[in-house]
């Protein structure tokens, strides 16, 4: 006869066989040893795949290592040192573009602004007064005057 220790008779005090004849023998029993049997083919099923799909990333992965290898190796530190460039160009046009805007902002919103534009204006008007002598040649008739003069 069998004892608790060794596996042959359960805490009920009944043999493991004829528990275990008891429950392949109900209707719920039978489900359950279905089931769990379904179960098990369902586990072996989805370790099969997830092992197969591992073995695919696997190959997968070793078609690109060399590829990402060498991107992580040569190109990407001079990639991220022309970012880095990039960027610090960047910030600094950008420090030069806000000062031009700020001296701009302060010309307009200067004390002396309306003084400014009128010489600019003058400015101006002076510009196409010589672009006019220019054009008719009179500039270029006093050049000549001043350099026969000057011999």
Sequence with gaps: MGNYLDGTIG?????????????????????MISKSKTAMNNTEKFVNEV????????EITDVFRAEVIEFTTDEFPAALKKMRDCRMSLTS??????DTMKDLR???????????IERLERF??????????????TL??????ILKLAQ
């Design 140 to 145: 270029d008739s006093i050049s000549d005057a």
């Design 124 to 137: 101006v008007r002076l510009a196409d007064r010589f672009r006019k002598l220019i054009d008719e040649g």
């Design 11 to 31: 805490s009920d005090g009944r043999s493991i066989t004829d528990t275990k004849h008891l429950i392949e023998s109900s209707a719920v029993g039978h489900r």
């Design 106 to 116: 302060g010309f307009f919103m200067d004390k002396d602004y309306d003084t400014e």
């Design 93 to 98: 046009e950008r420090a030069k573009i806000l």
């Design 51 to 58: 092992e197969e799909a591992k073995k695919r990333l696997e």
